[in-house]
């Protein structure tokens, strides 16, 4: 999400929103013009999650780790059932976790990434050292 800025394109995004449904609405916003803010800005962010994931492969694909390696969290989240109906993932500022990892796989193979290594003794070593 850094470096693709997704942040301050969120803030710039909401900020021009709450300015034109301020002149729009009058000064006096209420609750329906706080709830049609805050659906359009679940597109924006939506798609932030897409593209950040996109170039969590393109980063990792010229290394010897598996590019789509991230989509084991995702995979994770499915199978517990997280954000799996239409209306959540409708709802929800991040995609479906299924989605995710069909996208993540598909921009694997659109890559043509080819590494196999994991970080998993890495993690272990890491976790090992966190308990004294």
């Known amino acids: 999400h850094a470096d693709r800025r997704h942040t301050t394109d969120q803030m710039t995004k909401q900020y021009g929103i709450e300015l034109l449904l301020s002149v729009a609405l009058g000064n006096n916003q209420g609750q329906l013009s706080q709830i049609a803010e805050n659906l359009l800005l679940l597109r924006y962010s939506r798609d932030a999650e897409r593209e950040a994931d996109k170039y969590s492969v393109t980063y990792l694909c010229p290394t010897d780790y598996r590019a789509e390696g991230f989509s084991n969290f995702f995979s994770k989240l499915a ?27 598909k921009e694997k193979s659109a890559q043509n990434c080819s590494g196999t290594q994991t970080f998993d003794a890495e993690y272990q070593n890491f976790k090992t050292n966190l308990i004294p």
């Open 79 to 105: 199978a517990d059932g997280q954000n799996s109906g239409k209306i959540d993932a409708f709802f929800s500022t991040h995609p479906s976790p299924d989605e995710r990892v069909e996208n993540i796989h």
